[in-house]
């Protein structure tokens, strides 16, 4: 499974958002995220990772601009809250009003959606999220058949795959989520410092386990020495398949690990 599934939608209750609305609410949400939400059309949106002075990840979030004064960043976790609680703290006189989503659940699927719609693209062309509910006639897809399409896909999940110990670029979605022409914002100095001088020691992989699903945090091995760590894992008819973070040395394509007593490798 590599793209939406045709008549099919997936329900996520633990997703959040947070809304920015008014005159300047572009212009805020573009002086703390990675992408250039300014350049969006109405409808449109962009994976962003809001961070911290150090460039740290805050969050990593979905912005959507509905129109001109109204912006959209959805989380793939209940971290909204926190997100929203670190914008407030950079606001004095900006014409900007910060609100959390209804807590509704979020309802994905491959189709247009009138309220809330925040498009997913790298889950397929059309496919939203949304908290209206569900068209009747789509068909609910499985937790776990979601998980596969997402991590085969290299989509990470806020708070489980990317937090506050992770730099923008071991996420390794820069083309998706990273401007590097974009003005400043916070946390911008490293992450240019990164892509000009250096390099990060760490990068979000996909790993196939020949067994079932290690845990959470389950470490990886390479010639009996730590190498990464396995964020997300899910099974499959032949083991499971993961997102770690693996030491830029042994992060290229079939490079052979280990997993407690079961042999992986990248993919």
Request: net charge negative; proline share 6%; aromatic share 6%.
């Amino acid at each position: 499974m590599n793209a939406w599934p045709d008549g099919a939608y997936a329900l996520c209750p633990g997703w959040s958002a947070v809304e920015a609305s008014g005159p300047d609410a572009g212009a805020f949400l573009q002086n703390f995220c990675t992408n250039d939400v300014l350049a969006l059309a109405d409808g449109a949106s962009c994976e962003a990772m809001f961070t911290d002075v150090k460039a740290h990840v805050l969050a990593y979030t979905w912005v959507a601009r509905l129109d001109a004064e109204r912006y959209v960043a959805l989380l793939m976790s209940g971290r909204a809250e926190e997100l929203r609680a670190h914008l407030d703290r950079y606001l004095i006189r900006e014409r900007v009003e910060l609100r959390l989503a209804l807590p509704e659940p979020w309802t994905i699927a491959a189709t247009t959606q009138p309220l809330w719609s925040v498009p997913l693209d790298a889950f397929g062309a059309g496919v939203t999220a949304s908290l209206a509910a569900p068209p009747n006639d789509l068909s609910p897809l499985a937790d776990d058949d979601f998980h596969r399409l997402r991590i085969g896909l290299g989509i990470p999940l806020d708070g489980v795959d990317v937090d506050d110990r992770n730099l923008p670029q071991e996420v390794d979605r820069n083309e998706q989520a990273i401007s590097f022409r974009k003005g400043c914002y916070l946390g911008q100095e490293p992450v240019a410092r990164i892509d000009a001088l250096g390099r990060v020691n760490w990068l979000l992989r996909r790993v196939e386990v020949d067994g079932p699903p290690p845990a959470h945090g389950a470490e990886l091995a390479a010639d009996g020495k730590v190498i990464g760590r396995i964020t997300s894992c899910v099974a499959t008819e032949n083991g499971s398949l993961a997102l770690a973070y693996v030491r830029r040395e042994q992060s290229h394509r079939g490079a052979m690990l280990t997993v407690g007593e079961l042999t992986a490798r990248v993919v």
